[in-house]
């Protein structure tokens, strides 16, 4: 089975409005870190946000945010005032376990193309 | 801080012949990862060394494939002899070996291998 889910392939999103990624995770494990990376067509993966599954507040940083909701085991990244540069891959992560030196389980990534 | 590097950025080969990607993880990283992404589909896990020790090499796809880390520093992933379905964009990342259960992993900008 799956460990990340990113059910949408590709998105569009207006300038300067808000998008909502999707990504939902299956672990039985209660310490796991959640994280989204963005793949610009340059290619480089570029880290965004974290989230850990004791953190009781949704993570935010800049015009990203993660909707963290535990119960339903999903984690969806919302970006708000989306700009040009936007526009790029994104990949949602999960790294299961106490052990942080655990690897990643990747989704198949989302699309994102901003319209100006 | 020289980030993750990659090399070559792209290689064309043909079947049955032997490719060895390298990988110059962050200085000072002793953990260092090695994932691939097929056209499409999600990057996957193939493995981790812990210094010059391999901690986890449970996705590598078979014996065709060697990776080793000298001295604990750079790495480079071998495949001999190459198939098709070996195709796809191979990404390294290192991270700190760090207890607090945010630990990023940072990513290189990926091999774009093709094989023919």
């Known amino acids: 089975a799956q460990k990340i889910t990113q059910t949408q392939p590709g998105m569009f999103v207006q300038e300067k409005e808000a998008v909502t990624l999707d990504c939902t995770y299956d672990?039985?494990?209660?310490?796991?870190?959640l994280f989204w990376y963005k793949q610009p067509s340059s290619g480089e993966m570029i880290f965004l946000i974290y989230?850990?599954?004791?953190?009781?507040q949704n993570a935010t940083e800049g015009r990203y945010s993660l909707n963290f909701q535990k119960a339903r085991k999903s984690a969806n990244l919302v970006i708000s005032a989306s700009q040009l540069g936007d526009s790029a891959m994104y990949f949602c992560?999960?790294?299961?376990?106490?052990?942080?030196?655990?690897?990643?389980?990747f989704g198949t990534g989302t699309s994102l193309t901003v319209i100006p | 801080e020289a980030g993750v590097t990659q090399f070559p950025s792209h290689s064309v080969i043909e079947k049955g012949q032997t490719v060895t990607l390298r990988c110059d993880p962050i200085?000072?990283?002793?953990?260092l990862y090695w994932y691939r992404r097929v056209m499409g589909k999600e990057i996957k896990f193939l493995l981790h060394?812990?210094?010059?020790?391999?901690?986890?090499e449970s996705g590598m796809p078979n014996n065709r494939f060697l990776a080793e880390r000298t001295g604990g520093t750079y790495s480079t992933l071998k495949v001999q002899p190459a198939e098709l379905e070996d195709s796809g964009v191979y990404f390294c990342?290192?991270?700190?070996?760090?207890?607090?259960?945010?630990?990023?992993?940072?990513f290189g900008p990926g091999t774009r291998l093709t094989v023919l």
């Open positions: 989230q850990g599954s004791y953190d009781e």
């Open positions: 990342a290192s991270s700190q070996d760090r207890l607090a259960q945010f630990n990023e992993q940072f």
């Open positions: 992560a999960m790294r299961e376990g106490e052990y942080t030196g655990n690897q990643f389980y």
């Open positions: 060394f812990v210094k010059e020790s391999k901690q986890d």
């Open positions: 200085s000072g990283h002793d953990n």
């Open positions: 672990t039985s494990d209660q310490s796991y870190g």
